[in-house]
Each structure stands twice: as C-alpha cells, then as structure tokens.
C-alpha cells in the first residue's frame, strides 16, 4: 500500500503535486520571485477537500492564510519585534 507519492516537482525541488493513499491529490503554486507558497490545493476526484491562499510580509514571514472554501475565513500572523 502507497501512504504518500510525490508526483511533479518545479525546477527548484519543491512539490508541486503529491498523492496519498486514500486517493486525494494535492497541489501546490509558488511564488516565482519569491519561492514562496502561494496556494494550496486539496481534492479527491473533482471535490476540493482543501483550498488554501498564502501571503507574506515583505521580510518573508507568513502574514496570511485563507481558506477559500466557502466561507473564505483566513488567518492573520503578526510577529513579535526581533
């Protein structure tokens, strides 16, 4: 039995498309100037389990994580002075 299959990787090594076990695939955009994840994609079949958008501040740290299913609720980060 395969629990976890890396599937697509972008030029830079970071998985672009994985699948699991019970059949749900997932992908994943980046930034291009950053490297960055922008967004995260779930599904099993044509169903999205999961749909996820990142923005970040300008020094790199996470800033926002949406959900964007349906009730598009997000998280915001803010950090504490270094």
């Given at each position: 039995?395969?629990?976890?299959?890396?599937?697509?990787?972008?030029?830079?090594?970071?998985?672009?498309?994985?699948q699991?076990?019970?059949?749900?695939?997932?992908?994943?955009?980046?930034?291009?100037?950053?490297?960055?994840?922008?967004?995260?994609?779930?599904?099993?079949?044509?169903?999205?389990r999961?749909?996820?958008?990142?923005?970040?501040?300008?020094?790199?740290?996470?800033?926002?994580?949406?959900?964007?299913?349906?009730?598009?609720?997000?998280?915001?980060?803010?950090?504490?002075?270094?």
């Amino acid at each position: 039995m395969v629990y976890w299959q890396r599937q697509k990787d972008n030029p830079d090594g970071q998985i672009e498309l994985e699948q699991f076990g019970n059949s749900i695939q997932t992908t994943r955009t980046y930034f291009s100037q950053t490297g960055r994840l922008s967004t995260q994609v779930s599904k099993s079949s044509t169903t999205n389990r999961q749909n996820l958008a990142f923005r970040y501040w300008n020094d790199g740290s996470l800033k926002r994580r949406s959900n964007l299913m349906g009730t598009a609720e997000y998280e915001r980060f803010e950090y504490d002075a270094a």
